[in-house]
């Protein structure tokens, strides 16, 4: 997974990274897949940062469910491994556990608005998938009658090969454009491994500090994803070097590729009011040791 990001280290790797576009919508990243032969994904709705948050190491946006109210209190998602206690074990999910972190909401020119509150930590794992769910102190109706923003929806339809995305980093204020490569059985990493993971095109460089931003469905405008790792050196399987097992438990690597982790299924765990259920029909998300059956 990306190692999250702090201060001079945060201005270290921006001075070295070859980044994608500055803090303006909707930036394309240098087409680099030319032997991939694709037509580029049609022009579709600008992509700007309006909905995303900057987390103090990390990105992330607001998300609503399908059936989430103007009065729900508002989520906040980023990765499971950026969460301020540290990163989950394999095998740990944590739920209802309480937390004052604060995001800053971004406009849609990655402008800083201000900032909203954790109550706590409504889900987090890093075992099959990569997130964490904050809920916080605020509303989506007064989120957006104090800075004007409106959550991003989650997608409930699985991703689609081939469909353009923008990687949006509220963290580093930048956004990365692509197209979803294919999908990975189990990308596995250290102690870590997470199913059917998104791989995408190689125009999408993404690095530290990305981690927990959206991936946006370039035709819905809709969350179909969140960022989350890349295999950096070319390394087999080890932290920051993720690496692919098909159902017959062959091995790849792909130096240079990054990835993501698919989020249809969360809405599903979610109920009225913005409640987890991980009971809930069609919930798919891991649970807790002492609650499964």
Known sequence: MYRPLVGTLATAVLGAAALVTAAAPAGAAPV???????????????????????LDDCSGSIV????????????????????????????????????????????????????????????????????TLYETGSTYAQIEQKYGIKPLELSTDHPAKGAGI???SGYWKKTYSCSIDGFVPTLKEGDWAWKDSVRYTPECKTIGGTSGSPVIDNSTGKVTAINNTGNENGERCTENNPCEVDENGNVTVHKGINYAEETYGIPKCFGTGNK????????????PAATRR
């Open 64 to 131: 609503k469910m399908p059936t989430s109210q103007p009065n729900d209190p508002a989520l906040v998602m980023t990765n499971g491994h950026c969460l301020e206690s540290g990163m989950p074990s394999p095998g740990q999910v944590i739920v209802d556990q309480p937390s004052s972190r604060s995001f800053t909401v971004l406009d849609k020119s990655a402008g800083d608005l201000g900032s909203i509150q954790a109550t706590k930590v409504s889900y987090a794992t890093m075992t099959d998938t990569d997130v």
């Open 166 to 168: 923008t990687v949006v």
């Open 276 to 287: 987890l259920d991980l009971n809930a029909a069609g919930c798919t998300l891991p649970k």
């Open 32 to 54: 680099g897949a030319a032997a991939h032969h694709k037509p580029k994904p049609p022009r579709t709705q600008a992509v700007d940062f309006a909905g995303t948050v900057a």
